[in-house]
């Protein structure tokens, strides 16, 4: 009989601190209730204390899903227990996650403390969690770089006060593979009562080992594997929820399965990578665009003869349907809303429907098809309607031998503005266009450009870093023109500081 192991994802938690990666309630509902779909046991919804839109979206997010377990996050500190026990109390299963680092680095620097301190604010707080769920969760933060025979005494005493998960997160990624799954096996034979809790993993990949740090801790006894869609999470990212689920959906002899339905896997890829503006890599394993593309004369042939030369995995099996609807000028409405359905975007207002299905119109004017990343991207962006500051019209000069210039309309709260420039290029054309209107001290950081497929009328996809008064805001923009894409993904940096 196979071991059960239970999916925690934390891409609305650890995945959302991702700068400029930020959801709002309703787009986290949407990601919640996908998750819901896929399979995930654990959802950890936030951390309440932190902000009144962490708390509300843990609150309403408890509403809208049904059976995975909630899980919100908290310091061991009872103020943050109280809230986080406030923010649960719709969830039909609800779990409260709390803890504290147990490193020596953690012990002496953060908190100014000693060993035997931090296991009695360890206890104290799994026992004040205790007072409101049966459920709860205990972090022992940098266990990867905690002395083992310590981290054991934490992990015991936390059992003991009735943590039913302990989790042991390699919190900056330092851990090789064959260190952290000793780390789960010593504990798994040196933590008196450890069959009363369940031990969890938490890899960071800052060395590139999240995925496979995490799997030695599952191989040496580990049963909950936290991780994120599209491996997105602080600095390097986090354990890639798709990565664990295929290697253990394709090594089926190590007898682990998880309620997972792979086959939902890309399209919530699709749908996280739009939502928070954050492209997947191409190579990206299982999900990026070119998981599944042959480019080798070799292993072309291979593949033609029998596909099982290259290929491991049966495209379906991840949510690849190579027979889907495409979408033209000529699709209607319900074509499109099928496909938004499809990549879990469930649009039952009409009006916005008849929004996207213009944008729609446009874009499959300019393009022969639209892909599941287009209708993503249209349904995901903002609304220009509720912007202060609108892209009315953009006229660009430029050429090989010739100076660009541009001359650029601008709608600013019902207020018309006209401007024109010269630059050194025609994006440059066109920002410096924009900036005779908008005249405030502002510094482009980053510019990154992402076509969404790879046709010459594709839509590029465009992220941008602007500093202002001290501050980094972070903006998107998407057009088949780059460059009013481009000027798209400035004019969002400017409403998110409110320039008026």
């Given at each position: 009989?196979?071991?059960?192991?239970?999916?925690?994802?934390?891409?609305?938690?650890?995945?959302?601190?991702?700068?400029?990666?930020?959801?709002?309630?309703?787009?986290?509902?949407?990601?919640?209730?996908?998750?819901?779909?896929?399979?995930?046991?654990?959802?950890?919804?936030?951390?309440?204390?932190?902000?009144?839109?962490?708390?509300?979206?843990?609150?309403?997010?408890?509403?809208?899903?049904?059976?995975?377990?909630?899980?919100?996050?908290?310091?061991?500190?009872?103020?943050?227990?109280?809230?986080?026990?406030?923010?649960?109390?719709?969830?039909?299963?609800?779990?409260?996650?709390?803890?504290?680092?147990?490193?020596?680095?953690?012990?002496?620097?953060?908190?100014?403390?000693?060993?035997?301190?931090?296991?009695?604010?360890?206890?104290?707080?799994?026992?004040?969690?205790?007072?409101?769920?049966?459920?709860?969760?205990?972090?022992?933060?940098?266990?990867?770089?905690?002395?083992?025979?310590?981290?054991?005494?934490?992990?015991?005493?936390?059992?003991?006060?009735?943590?039913?998960?302990?989790?042991?997160?390699?919190?900056?990624?330092?851990?090789?593979?064959?260190?952290?799954?000793?780390?789960?096996?010593?504990?798994?034979?040196?933590?008196?009562?450890?069959?009363?809790?369940?031990?969890?993993?938490?890899?960071?990949?800052?060395?590139?080992?999240?995925?496979?740090?995490?799997?030695?801790?599952?191989?040496?006894?580990?049963?909950?594997?936290?991780?994120t869609m599209n491996g997105i999470g602080e600095r390097a990212g986090n354990t890639s929820?798709?990565?664990?689920?295929?290697?253990?959906?394709?090594?089926k002899h190590l007898n682990i399965d998880t309620n997972i339905n792979t086959t939902k896997i890309v399209p919530m890829s699709r749908m996280v990578s739009s939502l928070m503006n954050m492209p997947v890599q191409p190579n990206k394993a299982i999900v990026g665009r070119n998981a599944f593309a042959h480019s080798s004369g070799i292993h072309q042939d291979g593949v033609?003869?029998?596909?099982?030369?290259?290929?491991?995995?049966?495209?379906?099996?991840?949510?690849?349907?190579?027979?889907?609807?495409?979408?033209?000028?000529?699709?209607?409405?319900?074509?499109?809303?099928?496909?938004?359905?499809?990549?879990?975007?469930?649009?039952?207002d009409e009006e916005k429907l008849d929004k996207i299905y213009k944008k729609f119109l446009q874009l499959a004017d300019k393009k022969k098809e639209v892909t599941d990343e287009d209708v993503l991207m249209l349904a995901g962006a903002d609304s220009a309607d509720k912007h202060g500051v609108q892209l009315d019209w953009l006229q660009v000069t430029t050429g090989k031998g010739v100076k660009s210039v541009a001359s650029i309309g601008l709608n600013i709260a019902g207020q018309k503005f006209e401007a024109a420039s010269s630059g050194n290029g025609p994006v440059d054309a066109a920002i410096r266009a924009l900036k005779k209107v908008i005249t405030k001290e502002m510094n482009l950081k980053e510019f990154t450009i992402q076509a969404i497929d790879k046709g010459s009328d594709d839509v590029g996809k465009v992220h941008m870093q602007v500093e202002y008064d001290g501050h980094v805001y972070y903006g998107f923009g998407a057009d088949t023109d780059i460059v009013t894409a481009s000027v798209e993904a400035y004019i969002d940096c400017i409403n998110k500081f409110k320039v008026r």
């Open positions: 009989m196979s071991d059960r192991l239970f999916i925690f994802d934390t891409t609305l938690r650890d995945g959302e601190q991702v700068p400029g990666c930020q959801l709002n309630t309703v787009e986290k509902i949407q990601v919640a209730k996908q998750l819901e779909l896929l399979g995930v046991d654990v959802i950890e919804a936030g951390f309440p204390i932190s902000s009144p839109g962490d708390f509300n979206s843990v609150v309403e997010i408890s509403k809208a899903v049904t059976w995975p377990t909630i899980c919100a996050l908290t310091r061991a500190v009872e103020k943050d227990i109280d809230c986080a026990a406030e923010a649960l109390k719709y969830a039909k299963h609800k779990r409260i996650h709390t803890g504290i680092g147990t490193s020596d680095s953690h012990i002496k620097y953060k908190f100014n403390s000693n060993r035997e301190e931090i296991i009695e604010r360890a206890v104290a707080a799994v026992k004040y969690a205790k007072k409101y769920v049966e459920d709860v969760e205990f972090y022992a933060e940098d266990a990867g770089r905690t002395d083992n025979e310590y981290l054991a005494r934490v992990v015991e005493a936390v059992v003991k006060a009735g943590a039913t998960v302990v989790n042991i997160p390699d919190t900056t990624g330092y851990c090789l593979p064959e260190e952290y799954g000793a780390k789960i096996k010593y504990l798994m034979e040196h933590v008196d009562g450890i069959e009363n809790a369940r031990i969890s993993t938490h890899c960071h990949n800052d060395l590139g080992m999240a995925t496979a740090n995490t799997l030695q801790g599952v191989l040496n006894g580990a049963r909950q594997v936290e991780v929820l798709e990565e664990i689920a295929m290697i253990l959906k394709c090594h033609l003869k029998n596909v099982q030369t290259y290929e491991i995995i049966d495209p379906k099996d991840v949510g690849l349907d190579d027979n889907a609807i495409v979408l033209t000028a000529r699709s209607g409405r319900a074509a499109l809303k099928y496909r938004l359905h499809v990549n879990g975007v469930n649009v039952e």
